[in-house]
């Protein structure tokens, strides 16, 4: 074997790891979504454009404090146990972003 077929082998391995994480992720975040949204999982597709374009709009004039008084309200549901088992995927972010 060829060092350079090593490496394309080695490669392909990384990229299938990168893209399974990838995709977890991504289904955790639409998780969220749906969750702080109150939307069904499968309707959360239809407004990630409408999500992302309100809040890129915003830019640097975007108002920290209301998306800091909408994670206070986030968390403040979590405590009541209003999300239910959504509360396990929210403290699975929180604990995979870090402080």
């Given at each position: 074997?060829?060092?350079?077929?090593?490496?394309?082998?080695?490669?392909?391995?990384?990229?299938?790891?990168?893209?399974?994480?990838?995709?977890?992720?991504?289904l955790l975040c639409k998780k969220i979504n749906a969750i702080c949204c109150n939307i069904q999982l499968a309707k959360v597709e239809e407004i990630l454009v409408?999500?992302?374009?309100?809040?890129?709009?915003?830019?640097?004039?975007?108002?920290?404090?209301?998306?800091?008084?909408?994670?206070?309200?986030?968390?403040?549901?979590?405590?009541?146990?209003?999300?239910?088992?959504?509360?396990?995927?929210?403290?699975?972010?929180?604990?995979?972003?870090?402080?």
């Amino acid at each position: 074997m060829y060092a350079y077929q090593k490496n394309d082998e080695d490669l392909a391995l990384e990229l299938a790891v990168a893209i399974s994480k990838t995709s977890a992720n991504e289904l955790l975040c639409k998780k969220i979504n749906a969750i702080c949204c109150n939307i069904q999982l499968a309707k959360v597709e239809e407004i990630l454009v409408p999500l992302t374009l309100a809040v890129e709009s915003g830019g640097a004039s975007l108002d920290l404090s209301r998306v800091a008084e909408f994670m206070s309200r986030v968390k403040q549901q979590e405590r009541m146990g209003i999300t239910g088992s959504a509360s396990s995927s929210i403290g699975a972010v929180s604990s995979a972003l870090g402080p």
